[in-house]
């Protein structure tokens, strides 16, 4: 009976047999329901951004999802961000240009532009790394993929080397990673393998 207790004491809104009996057939009911379009009353109780997108399923609780609360939560910034900023899909290798809110700056933002020597996709965590070489002396900056000081993500060319990890370019000479900051997007939306040139 305490152990009962306990558990009612963190689940609120059940009843003490209701966590005590396991009713196997009427939790898979449940849980289907939950996760089908949401209604009416579903968006006036749990608000219009509750909702998660969670494998191809429109679920309002962890449960619904059959996920644990971590990955809901995560998954859910995740979606918040992704409706208000335009990520694009680009992989290490290719040339990236980020433009984000500076209050020190006289416009407002900033524009870095850099080729991508690493990704690290780890939910709302998800970072990556941009390197350019200026006056030859290589600069590097970590971007958060989902902050939300970044106000636009441009692929000014979309390619894909051999390495997923391109900290290699660190030992090369400043030329191999210098990139025109007037660069603008060359509009190819393919994936193509970098070719290195001949000398």
């Known amino acids: 009976v305490k152990m009962a207790l306990a558990r009612r004491i963190f689940v609120p809104n059940c009843c003490l047999f209701r966590k005590t009996l396991q009713f196997p057939a009427t939790d898979r009911l449940l849980s289907e329901e939950s996760s089908q379009d949401p209604s009416d009353e579903d968006l006036r109780r749990n608000g219009p951004g509750a909702a998660v997108l969670f494998k191809n399923k429109v679920c309002f609780s962890p449960k619904a999802a059959e996920t644990n609360l971590i990955t809901f939560l995560v998954r859910s910034d995740v979606q918040k961000r992704r409706a208000k900023l335009n990520i694009p899909f680009f992989t ?20 870095f532009v850099g080729i991508c020597i690493g990704r690290r996709n780890n939910g709302n965590g998800s970072t990556f790394v941009l390197r350019n070489a200026f006056d030859g002396l290589g600069v590097e ?3 958060d993929l989902y902050s939300p000081s970044i106000r636009k993500i441009e692929v000014l060319k979309l390619q894909q080397r051999k390495s997923g990890k391109l900290y290699y370019l660190r030992d090369m000479p400043p030329e191999e990673s210098t990139v025109d900051e007037d660069m603008q997007p060359d509009g190819n939306t393919e994936l193509t393998m970098y070719k290195r040139k001949r000398r």
């Open 92 to 111: 290490a290798g290719s040339y990236i240009a980020v433009t984000r809110a500076d209050k020190h700056s006289p416009s407002g933002e900033t524009r």
């Open 141 to 143: 900056e970590m971007f």
